[in-house]
């Protein structure tokens, strides 16, 4: 059975950081591209950042050099570090296993976890 579950969210202030975890089992973790996607209140989900099976990383614009994605093969996990949170940056995240080297759509991703809030208050 395949899982992924996510931890590490919370209510934070502005302009800290937070570490989101993925935690994944029941799947060949080294095998796929990991990546973060959220969803946040009234707005489609959208793709945050994605790593390659060789440890390459994308992100989204929005969350460029705020965010780093990274992953344990060993583990079977994959993290997403936010420094300088924004208001915007409040959602709901979930991170997904997908197909190709980067993928940064919804349709290219097999596995979802059930997601994790993160609120950012000023």
């Known amino acids: 059975q395949v899982q992924l579950v996510e931890s590490g969210g919370g209510l934070v202030q502005a302009g800290t950081s937070l570490r989101l975890s993925c935690a994944a089992s029941?799947?060949?973790?080294?095998?796929?591209?990991m990546g973060w996607f959220r969803r946040a209140p009234g707005k489609e989900r959208e793709f945050v950042a994605v790593?390659?099976?060789?440890?390459?990383?994308r992100y989204a614009d929005s969350v460029k050099s705020r965010f780093t994605i990274s992953r344990d093969n060993a583990k079977t996990t994959v993290y997403l570090q936010m420094n300088s949170l924004q208001l915007e940056d409040t959602a709901v995240y979930y991170c997904a296993a997908g197909i190709g080297t980067f993928p940064d759509r919804v349709e290219f991703y097999q596995r979802w976890g059930q997601g994790t809030q993160v609120t950012v208050s000023s």
């Open positions: 029941g799947l060949a973790f080294s095998t796929y591209a």
């Open positions: 790593i390659s099976r060789n440890g390459g990383a």
